[in-house]
């Protein structure tokens, strides 16, 4: 996993305080464009993270990857898990539904994690006045979940072979990387293949 790069960079520029001149004009697409690939890890992890034992070892593993101080040293286990769980609801009622299932719960969930902190909080939200954007930071988990999650919610899966979930990389993947899986994605279509040899002889 990659650090929050990015994002790491301009806090520690800032002292952890607010930006001290408006963002740079590409300043969100960059960040969006770092940031994405590790949340998105992170979020699939966690939908994938049944119970608190299994939340200790996601903490460790995710503070090794990051290094820096972010808002993981302030959330509980419990509440880890709890996101977890949300994340479940939002891949079974969201994922891969054309935003069709953005209502409730998931409008709740989602609703409830951009308002956790209050925009106004320059530790948690990053805003440029001039572009009429914002961006959370890395003092904001709920915020870069809910965001990226939004952003990806075409490609939230779960692999018919393992049942994990997982982001496809196309929006029709059904089998995650996993190597029993990819074995199995490649029976399926050998299958396919030999049927519509078949059907062509
Ligand atoms: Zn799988």
Redesign the pocket.
């Known amino acids: 996993m990659k650090p929050l790069k990015l994002l790491m960079l301009e806090a520690a520029n800032r002292g952890g305080g607010p930006l001290k001149t408006e963002p740079r004009k590409g300043y969100f697409n960059d960040a969006y464009r770092l940031v994405a690939p590790m949340v998105r890890g992170m979020i699939a992890v966690m939908a994938n993270t049944h119970s608190l034992e299994e939340i200790k070892i996601f903490r460790e593993d995710l503070s090794r990857a990051l290094r820096s101080r972010t808002e993981l040293h302030e959330i509980s286990d419990r509440e880890l898990l709890k996101i977890c769980e949300h994340i479940r609801v939002l891949w079974q009622y969201l994922g891969g539904n054309g935003g069709k299932g953005y209502r409730k719960p998931t409008h709740k969930i989602l609703d409830e994690w951009w308002r956790h902190y209050e925009l106004s909080d320059s530790k948690r939200w990053i805003i440029s006045y001039e572009t009429r954007s914002f961006f959370p930071t890395e003092m904001n988990f709920r915020g870069l979940i809910a965001t990226i999650l939004f952003e990806n919610r075409m490609h939230m899966k779960s692999?018919s072979?393992?049942k994990?979930y997982?982001f496809g990389r196309r929006r029709d993947s059904k089998?995650?990387m996993?190597p029993d899986?990819q074995l199995a994605y490649n029976n399926e279509r050998q299958k396919k293949h030999g049927a519509i040899k078949k059907r062509v002889n």
Do not use: E, T
């Open positions: 692999c072979n393992c994990r997982f089998y995650c996993a899986c």
